[in-house]
């Protein structure tokens, strides 16, 4: 029996091969393709694998191309990355991919995770797409979200919704639809994930023949949400060509397909999610500011988790919860995830708790190895270590930046038992690149 269904896209040949037949080996249905856009196609398909490792650096489209034209897509998506190349992983994972590892990689430590993602992917087959993730949290800007809700849900405004990225604006979004007497279905839409070019057909659809490849008539997300309700988000990402049209649509209600004649009704509610100040892009003319005021009916603004602190903990064993994993988070590992200020806020959150279950060697979740995870974070974050978070007792400025890495490796190395895989995989770097600095450090 199949451990589950991989799609490995990478323009190396040698390499796909290589991971094919290990992957194989190992119990996994294994398929390839070598460039963007027949893995676009793939991962769109009636039945897409469960899984994909996708190189970020391939030629016409690269792997971040691919992600921002999948955003949808259910499958659970690993980059691999070269030397260096870091923060395109970071974007990577701010566009939804599951996680990343650094080139080169290998079956024993791509494995474990290939199966923690497929299992995610598994759970997710069998949830019920008519229910709303819950709105955990007891501090009272949770309340409030919560009051909003129950206020607004109900009737047909619109409603704007501003936060960072990874503050839960789709989830707030669904519950709103959820709450309202809306028979249509909730349809999402990542403005930033459309090529501009395509923005007026993804939205009011299109005839055929009306621009070259519309070989057949499209509907359009207004029209696939009538009855119901049409999440944009990523707003502010919307061409300011598109806006005029968009404004048009919210004000008469109707809808014209490109290369339509005619005007059609249509009835959805708009629910706009944005991590800009909106404002901010009136004045420098890069939004319409009739449309920034048609949008305004009810915004809400969400609040980052760093200043809902009380609300780490439920969210952090919801959220293991929902991971299926049988590890507990220890008081240490508490106290470490109180500590951090969780500049991707819930998304993040995620991120390293399904770092630290994967890696849980006992029924706790350690206060090392939940730090050793944060700190992983940590990397992929504008500022230092040492703004984010700090060790109990220590000064920013006492040791040398060598002497910290060369003391996390050997706790680190320690946690694995001496595994250098394991070890490498914790850290975040490649197998080779630890050994390096093993023989750097004697």
């Given at each position: 029996?199949?451990?589950?269904?991989?799609?490995?896209?990478?323009?190396?040949?040698?390499?796909?091969?290589?991971?094919?037949?290990?992957?194989?080996?190992?119990?996994?249905?294994?398929?390839?393709?070598?460039?963007?856009?027949?893995?676009?196609?793939?991962?769109?398909?009636?039945?897409?694998?469960?899984?994909?490792?996708?190189?970020?650096?391939?030629?016409?489209?690269?792997?971040?191309?691919?992600?921002?034209?999948?955003?949808?897509?259910?499958?659970?998506?690993?980059?691999?990355?070269?030397?260096g190349t870091v923060q395109a992983a970071v974007e990577a994972m701010r566009l939804g991919a599951f996680s990343f590892l650094e080139k080169p990689v290998d079956a024993e430590e791509l494995a474990p995770?290939?199966?923690?993602?497929?299992?995610?992917?598994?759970?997710?087959?069998?949830?019920?797409?008519?229910?709303?993730?819950?709105?955990?949290?007891?501090?009272?800007?949770?309340?409030?979200?919560?009051?909003?809700?129950?206020?607004?849900?109900?009737?047909?405004?619109?409603?704007?919704?501003?936060?960072?990225?990874?503050?839960?604006?789709?989830?707030?979004?669904?519950?709103?639809?959820?709450?309202?007497?809306?028979?249509?279905?909730?349809?999402?839409?990542?403005?930033?994930?459309?090529?501009?070019?395509?923005?007026?057909?993804?939205?009011?659809?299109?005839?055929?023949?009306?621009?070259?490849?519309?070989?057949?008539?499209?509907?359009?997300?207004?029209?696939?949400?009538?009855?119901?309700?049409?999440?944009?988000?990523?707003?502010?990402?919307?061409?300011?060509?598109?806006?005029?049209?968009?404004?048009?649509?919210?004000?008469?209600?109707?809808?014209?397909?490109?290369?339509?004649?005619?005007?059609?009704?249509?009835?959805?509610?708009?629910?706009?999610?944005?991590?800009?100040?909106?404002?901010?892009?009136?004045?420098?003319?890069?939004?319409?500011?009739?449309?920034?005021?048609?949008?305004?009916?009810?915004?809400?603004?969400?609040?980052?988790?760093?200043?809902?602190?009380?609300?780490?903990?439920?969210?952090?064993?919801?959220?293991?919860?929902?991971?299926?994993?049988?590890?507990?988070?220890?008081?240490?590992?508490?106290?470490?995830?109180?500590?951090?200020?969780?500049?991707?806020?819930?998304?993040?959150?995620?991120?390293?708790?399904?770092?630290?279950?994967?890696?849980?060697?006992?029924?706790?979740?350690?206060?090392?190895?939940?730090?050793?995870?944060?700190?992983?974070?940590?990397?992929?974050?504008?500022?230092?270590?040492?703004?984010?978070?700090?060790?109990?007792?220590?000064?920013?400025?006492?040791?040398?930046?060598?002497?910290?890495?060369?003391?996390?490796?050997?706790?680190?190395?320690?946690?694995?038992?001496?595994?250098?895989?394991?070890?490498?995989?914790?850290?975040?770097?490649?197998?080779?690149?630890?050994?390096?600095?093993?023989?750097?450090?004697q």
């Open positions: 029996m199949s451990l589950g269904s991989v799609l490995v896209v990478d323009d190396d040949d040698a390499l796909r091969f290589a991971l094919k037949k290990a992957l194989r080996r190992l119990g996994f249905t294994v398929d390839d393709v070598s460039n963007g856009s027949d893995a676009v196609a793939r991962l769109h398909s009636a039945e897409p694998p469960d899984a994909a490792l996708l190189d970020l650096r391939m030629h016409k489209m690269s792997g971040l191309d691919v992600l921002k034209r999948v955003s949808n897509c259910p499958t659970k998506i690993i980059v691999l990355t070269g030397h995770l290939l199966q923690h993602a497929i299992g995610e992917r598994r759970r997710a087959k069998t949830a019920d797409p008519n229910l709303a993730p819950p709105l955990i949290g007891v501090s009272d800007k949770m309340d409030e979200v919560r009051r909003f809700i129950d206020t607004v849900g109900p009737t047909d405004e619109t409603v704007a919704i501003y936060g960072e990225t990874g503050t839960g604006k789709e989830v707030v979004a669904r519950h709103l639809h959820l709450s309202s007497a809306r028979s249509g279905p909730f349809v999402a839409m990542n403005a930033a994930c459309v090529p501009r070019d395509l923005f007026e057909s993804e939205l009011f659809g299109h005839k055929r023949g009306a621009f070259t490849g519309a070989t057949s008539d499209r509907a359009g997300l207004f029209r696939e949400a009538n009855g119901g309700t049409l999440f944009i988000d990523e707003l502010a990402e919307l061409p300011t060509e598109s806006q005029a049209k968009l404004l048009r649509t919210l004000e008469t209600k109707t809808v014209r397909a490109v290369g339509g004649q005619r005007e059609e009704p249509v009835d959805a509610r708009i629910i706009a999610a944005t991590n800009r100040d909106l404002w901010q892009d009136v004045s420098e003319g890069r939004f319409r500011e009739d449309l920034y005021f048609r949008l305004q009916v009810f915004p809400i603004m969400l609040a980052p988790l760093r200043d809902r602190s009380d609300d780490v903990l439920p969210l952090a064993k919801h959220l293991l919860e929902r991971l299926g994993a049988s590890a507990t988070l220890s008081d240490e590992a508490i106290r470490a995830l109180r500590k951090y200020t969780w500049p991707g806020n819930v998304r993040e959150l995620l991120n390293v708790l399904r770092r630290a279950s994967l890696f849980a060697r006992e029924q706790d979740i350690s206060g090392d190895l939940m730090r050793k995870m944060i700190a992983a974070s940590v990397f992929g974050h504008a500022g230092t270590t040492s703004e984010r978070y700090r060790e109990p007792g220590s000064e920013p400025g006492t040791t040398d930046l060598a002497t910290i890495e060369r003391r996390h490796i050997e706790r680190v190395l320690a946690e694995c038992d001496g595994n250098v895989t394991k070890a490498a995989s914790a850290l975040g770097i490649d197998r080779r690149t630890l050994q390096r600095k093993l023989k750097g450090y």
